[in-house]
């Protein structure tokens, strides 16, 4: 993901106002592993993943999430040319604690769609979906899952991994030594039976199949279907988006809990990776689930002061 200097900065002093621990990354003498410390210089990662130079080394590091290339020291995974699940990285916490392993995709960790991204069990070499801070969605039971799409995820078993001429590219196909199936899952793990014909109003088709499904993201009540209107037409939040379309599609993915009290908005079909959080009061803030959220109107307004 790339962040302007600028921005980042930004980020660095936004979050270092809440009071957390500062995490600096630490770079082995031969410049080929990194790691993090606190700022007491305790080893919070010990420097066993590969130094691919995102960060350089004493830069402090304000992400809640951290994406790591490589595995944990004795942990292993083995590369498989046929299963299509596999997995190169660990994300952490700022405590050190692994959180999962992200399916290994676009030479990365697995992008966060929807508030979600696929996860592999190393063990069973199985795909689940997983929410950025380590909550199970849909347990790791499959060959193959693709990414969050209208709230819903298309799961495999019984596929393996064909690879094109070249070898850069990939796609699925049924696995002739195995039982083949494919079910259509909610981002809550149920299983959903499409209809030929629409059923209600909202519902909705997925790309790649020709049936109808029910919408996941619906409002509760009349102050959410107000909300979105409401936010849709905001010109700060097209601005997030990037979009001129007169209305955008939005949808509510997380609603507000104890722990973390406001709503989270994504902007369904629209590839990126800007969150919109609404706080009770109507304040809004832009996340992407690693940095430290900030007010909307000031994260665009350093956009536009970087892209000068």
């Not at 190393?122 to 950025?132: C, D, E, R, V």
């Not at 809990?257 to 969150?275: E, L, M, Q």
Request: net charge neutral; glycine share 8%; charged share 25%.
């Amino acid at each position: 993901m790339i962040r302007s200097s600028l921005f980042f900065i930004l980020l660095i002093s936004t979050f270092f106002a809440s009071g957390q621990e500062k995490l600096y990354l630490f770079v082995t003498a031969d410049s080929a592993s990194q790691g993090l410390k606190n700022q007491s210089g305790e080893i919070i990662i010990p420097a066993v993943h590969p130094y691919l130079g995102r960060w350089s080394a004493g830069e402090s590091i304000p992400d809640s999430i951290i994406d790591f290339y490589g595995l944990p020291k004795d942990v292993t995974f083995q590369y498989d040319s046929i299963r299509p699940a596999y997995t190169a990285n660990t994300t952490f916490n700022r405590e050190g604690k692994v959180l999962y392993h992200a399916f290994f995709f676009d030479n990365g960790a697995d992008y966060i769609q929807e508030g979600a991204r696929r996860f592999v069990d190393i063990q069973s070499g199985k795909m689940g979906l997983i929410h950025p801070y380590g909550n199970v969605l849909i347990p790791a039971q499959y060959d193959f899952l693709s990414s969050l799409n209208q709230g819903y995820v298309m799961a495999y078993n019984g596929v393996k991994r064909k690879t094109e001429a070249g070898g850069e590219h990939w796609s699925i196909v049924p696995d002739e030594t195995k039982r083949y199936e494919r079910v259509v899952l909610s981002r809550q793990g149920k299983a959903v039976a499409g209809t030929s014909k629409r059923a209600a109003k909202d519902d909705i088709q997925l790309y790649g199949d020709s049936l109808y499904y029910p919408a996941v993201y619906t409002v509760y009540h009349e102050e959410e279907r107000n909300l979105l209107e409401r936010l849709a037409k905001d010109k700060d939040v097209k601005e997030l988006f990037r979009t001129d379309a007169p209305a955008l599609k939005l949808a509510i993915i997380e609603r507000p809990t104890k722990g973390a009290n406001h709503y989270v908005v994504a902007c369904i079909g629209n590839f990126g990776f800007d969150y919109l959080l609404v706080t009770p009061t109507g304040e809004l803030y832009q996340t992407d689930y690693y940095q430290p959220k900030q007010k909307l109107a000031t994260y665009l307004q350093h956009l536009r002061e970087g892209s000068r």
